[in-house]
């Protein structure tokens, strides 16, 4: 007898395949998310939907939604093996019925989850996905993409501007929450954004999340930006019209634990599907999340896909990832007992390790000009080191310990100042360590640690001054820059994602002179290569008295490149005017104040004040300049 022909069936699209199996097993579908999840489709001359999903460990998996009235035994899936991955079509199904994957277990439980690639979700408190279409989102921001290409964000400015969308500003006296949609809120961050000279807008929480007071860092719908603002297509509208504005868009992303919701990740298909087994490397105790089994292909293929998916798909410009440490260290948050050392006995954990090589190798090589940020708080090292080096390949990293040490500077009474003024200097002594961004961020201004402004000493007035002093210091340390939203004019009270930032006060003089200063030193910042273009090298920045202690004050150059247009900054952390401070410079010829305290930026007419250097040995300095120095004052200055 001859043998009989095998005649396979030809493979549609949208259909999971043996190629995508592999692919996923080895944790290399970086474009997963295109089959995965829930497509339009045409099956037989047929419109519906197919679905996917991975629930490896289920005894059945069905599909229930509007489109068969939630019925268990309407539309059971097909297991594909070998690593049980469900798939079915159904005709009929359309753009906007909600669904969930209904998984028998094991034990014969049924349990209802949303898709973990849906790409959008049923407005909380729902908790169903959503079918829609994102293959056709529109876009007409070639240019910046174009931009983008070349853009490197070690010489390039960096000015970040950090936001909780739903906070940020909301409309009173409204029955709902009072949210801005994706597309009102395009507009209006836009205007300001663009008006107080940041480059960059980071948004917290955008992936779809239950519980607002999680600020979006307990995400259920990795693949999804929230619906509380928008549709998809919102979304989409919102990125492209800050790229046309010249704005570029870097998104919270949490790959380190999710939440144990009962539609989300937890236990998907009845056993730990996404999260390690054993729960002292599965769980967090502080935060009551689960955290991903990064040594599954699988898990790793969801999370690299996922950032690919917000890049590739969605235009993103960056991902700022979100307790980078927590993932790196097996011990981190827990108790002896709860933990479990990794094969050599450390406390590493080597699988995240590999993963974030695999991560930052992937987004970066494919997207030119794309950001990777690390959140790490720990002294781990090469962060930004390149992977072939051992590092772990971000394109830059927060300096958490320079936010710590300028904070607590910062909240001292002056008078105790000169006992602190190593906490100023300190960051010097790693500023190359890695590629930095200064950071004030969220984290700052919550749980009773006050407003940036009520952190100052003092009342009314110094408190402003304070601040005006801090962030001068701060544009000129080297470093990328980040403000939290509130922070540039002066918020009172502690940020709450319940409510509107305050606007009203940018009307009151004191907010509004702060925030013109805040203006006035961002767009410097843009303006002088000398600020942004050896963040990472020694050349571009000196010392010329980092030890006046005794009147806390600071003095030092930035320099660009090509040594043209430096900028000495003088910093006076007191309340005491020292009307003729001599400073050491380094070259003779004429010093313009670009900038002071209490005039802001010198503007274009203005008539700028100009000092001249003159041969008189000072900070070790072969020149000096003397200039008025009052309370808290603070003066830049240009040379050539």
Same mark, same amino acid.
């Given at each position: 007898?001859?043998?009989?022909?095998?005649?396979?069936?030809?493979?549609?699209?949208?259909?999971?395949?043996?190629?995508?199996?592999? !692919?996923?097993?080895? #944790?290399?579908?970086?474009?997963?998310?295109?089959? &995965?999840?829930?497509?339009?489709?045409?099956?037989?001359?047929?419109?519906?939907?197919?679905?996917?999903?991975?629930?490896?460990?289920?005894?059945?998996?069905?599909?229930?939604?509007?489109?068969?009235?939630?019925?268990?035994?309407?539309?059971?899936?097909?297991?594909?093996?070998?690593?049980?991955?469900?798939? /079915?079509?159904?005709?009929?199904?359309?753009?906007?019925?909600?669904?969930?994957?209904?998984?028998?277990?094991?034990?014969?439980?049924?349990?209802?989850?949303?898709?973990?690639?849906?790409?959008?979700?049923?407005?909380?408190?729902?908790?169903?996905?959503?079918? $829609?279409?994102?293959?056709?989102?529109?876009?007409?921001?070639?240019?910046?993409?174009?931009?983008?290409?070349?853009?490197?964000?070690?010489?390039?400015?960096?000015?970040?501007?950090?936001?909780?969308? @739903?906070? %940020?500003?909301?409309?009173?006296?409204?029955?709902?929450?009072?949210?801005?949609?994706?597309?009102?809120?395009?507009?209006?961050?836009?205007?300001?954004?663009?008006?107080?000279?940041? $480059?960059?807008?980071? =948004?917290?929480?955008?992936?779809?999340?239950?519980?607002?007071?999680?600020?979006?860092?307990?995400?259920? @719908?990795?693949?999804?930006?929230?619906?509380?603002?928008?549709?998809?297509?919102?979304?989409?509208?919102?990125?492209?019209? =800050?790229?046309?504005?010249?704005?570029?868009?870097? !998104?919270?992303?949490?790959?380190?634990?999710?939440?144990?919701?009962?539609?989300?990740?937890?236990?998907?298909?009845?056993?730990?599907?996404?999260?390690?087994?054993?729960?002292?490397?599965?769980?967090?105790?502080?935060? +009551?999340?689960?955290?991903?089994?990064?040594?599954?292909?699988?898990?790793?293929?969801?999370?690299?896909?996922?950032?690919?998916?917000?890049?590739?798909?969605?235009?993103?410009?960056?991902?700022?990832?979100?307790?980078?440490?927590?993932?790196?260290?097996?011990?981190?948050?827990?108790?002896?007992?709860? %933990?479990?050392?990794?094969?050599?006995?450390?406390?590493?954990?080597?699988?995240?390790?590999?993963?974030?090589?695999?991560?930052?190798?992937?987004?970066?090589?494919?997207?030119?000009?794309? &950001? &990777?940020?690390?959140?790490?708080?720990?002294?781990?090292?090469?962060? $930004?080191?390149?992977?072939?080096?051992?590092?772990?390949?971000?394109?830059?990293? %927060?300096?958490?310990? %320079?936010?710590?040490?300028?904070?607590?500077?910062?909240?001292?009474?002056? !008078?105790?100042?000169? +006992?602190?003024?190593?906490?100023?200097?300190?960051?010097?002594?790693?500023?190359?360590?890695?590629?930095?961004? =200064?950071?004030?961020?969220?984290?700052?201004?919550?749980?009773?640690? /006050?407003?940036?402004?009520?952190?100052?000493?003092?009342? #009314?007035?110094?408190?402003?001054?304070?601040?005006?002093?801090?962030?001068?210091?701060?544009?000129?340390?080297?470093?990328?820059?980040?403000?939290?939203?509130?922070?540039?004019?002066?918020?009172?009270?502690?940020?709450?994602?319940?409510?509107?930032?305050?606007?009203?006060?940018?009307?009151?003089?004191?907010?509004?002179?702060?925030?013109?200063?805040?203006?006035?030193?961002?767009?410097?910042?843009?303006?002088?290569?000398?600020? *942004?273009?050896?963040?990472?090298?020694?050349?571009?920045?000196?010392?010329?008295?980092?030890?006046? @202690?005794?009147?806390?004050?600071?003095?030092?150059?930035?320099?660009?490149?090509?040594?043209?247009?430096?900028?000495?900054?003088? /910093?006076?952390?007191?309340?005491?005017?020292?009307?003729? *401070?001599?400073?050491?410079?380094?070259?003779?010829?004429?010093?313009?104040?670009?900038?002071?305290?209490?005039?802001?930026?010198?503007?274009?007419?203005?008539?700028?004040?100009?000092?001249?250097?003159?041969?008189?040995?000072?900070?070790?300095?072969?020149?000096?300049?003397?200039?008025?120095?009052?309370?808290?004052?603070?003066?830049? =200055?240009?040379?050539?």
């Amino acid at each position: 007898m001859g043998r009989q022909k095998t005649v396979q069936k030809k493979l549609q699209p949208y259909e999971i395949g043996e190629l995508d199996q592999y !692919l996923f097993g080895q #944790g290399t579908h970086y474009e997963i998310f295109r089959k &995965m999840g829930a497509h339009k489709a045409v099956q037989k001359k047929q419109e519906g939907v197919y679905f996917a999903v991975w629930a490896p460990h289920a005894a059945r998996v069905s599909v229930v939604g509007e489109f068969n009235a939630w019925d268990f035994g309407a539309n059971e899936m097909h297991r594909q093996e070998p690593l049980g991955i469900y798939t /079915c079509f159904v005709p009929g199904a359309q753009e906007g019925d909600l669904y969930k994957f209904c998984i028998e277990t094991q034990t014969g439980e049924r349990i209802f989850k949303a898709d973990p690639f849906a790409n959008y979700a049923e407005r909380r408190p729902g908790t169903a996905s959503r079918v $829609t279409d994102i293959s056709n989102l529109k876009w007409s921001d070639e240019q910046w993409l174009q931009k983008r290409k070349k853009w490197d964000q070690k010489e390039n400015p960096l000015a970040i501007y950090e936001v909780h969308m @739903g906070s %940020w500003m909301r409309y009173p006296g409204t029955e709902e929450e009072g949210f801005y949609t994706y597309r009102e809120f395009a507009h209006a961050i836009t205007d300001y954004v663009k008006k107080m000279g940041y $480059t960059h807008v980071e =948004l917290m929480g955008i992936a779809e999340h239950p519980f607002d007071g999680s600020w979006g860092y307990q995400v259920t @719908g990795y693949y999804a930006p929230t619906s509380r603002y928008g549709t998809p297509q919102d979304f989409a509208y919102m990125i492209n019209y =800050l790229h046309r504005n010249g704005i570029g868009v870097i !998104l919270d992303w949490v790959p380190a634990h999710f939440p144990k919701d009962a539609h989300g990740l937890a236990d998907f298909d009845g056993t730990p599907t996404f999260e390690y087994a054993d729960p002292r490397k599965g769980e967090h105790p502080d935060w +009551g999340t689960k955290i991903f089994d990064y040594s599954k292909p699988e898990v790793q293929n969801f999370l690299i896909a996922n950032a690919l998916f917000w890049i590739e798909h969605y235009h993103v410009d960056g991902l700022r990832v979100d307790a980078v440490a927590s993932m790196l260290y097996l011990d981190y948050g827990k108790q002896d007992g709860q %933990w479990v050392p990794n094969q050599y006995g450390g406390n590493q954990n080597l699988e995240a390790i590999a993963f974030f090589k695999h991560l930052n190798s992937v987004v970066l090589g494919r997207n030119q000009g794309a &950001m &990777m940020i690390a959140e790490e708080s720990t002294a781990w090292p090469k962060v $930004t080191g390149a992977p072939e080096d051992d590092g772990l390949g971000f394109s830059l990293k %927060w300096n958490m310990g %320079w936010m710590h040490d300028f904070t607590e500077y910062m909240k001292l009474d002056p !008078l105790f100042r000169k +006992g602190a003024h190593y906490q100023m200097t300190f960051s010097m002594e790693y500023a190359y360590s890695e590629n930095y961004i =200064l950071v004030l961020s969220h984290d700052e201004v919550v749980h009773l640690k /006050c407003s940036m402004l009520n952190k100052m000493p003092g009342l #009314g007035f110094d408190k402003f001054a304070n601040l005006k002093a801090g962030y001068t210091f701060m544009l000129g340390h080297p470093g990328k820059k980040l403000l939290f939203m509130g922070q540039d004019f002066g918020q009172l009270h502690e940020w709450d994602e319940k409510v509107s930032l305050d606007w009203h006060l940018t009307e009151e003089d004191l907010h509004k002179d702060l925030q013109n200063y805040v203006r006035d030193l961002l767009h410097i910042y843009q303006k002088y290569p000398a600020l *942004y273009e050896s963040d990472d090298d020694w050349d571009g920045f000196s010392w010329i008295n980092a030890n006046d @202690g005794d009147r806390s004050i600071y003095s030092f150059v930035r320099y660009a490149k090509n040594h043209k247009k430096s900028l000495l900054f003088v /910093c006076n952390f007191t309340p005491v005017a020292r009307p003729d *401070y001599r400073v050491g410079v380094p070259k003779r010829g004429n010093y313009t104040v670009i900038l002071d305290n209490e005039h802001g930026a010198y503007k274009t007419g203005e008539k700028a004040p100009v000092l001249k250097a003159v041969k008189s040995e000072c900070d070790g300095q072969p020149y000096s300049v003397s200039l008025p120095l009052p309370a808290y004052g603070t003066a830049i =200055l240009r040379f050539s």
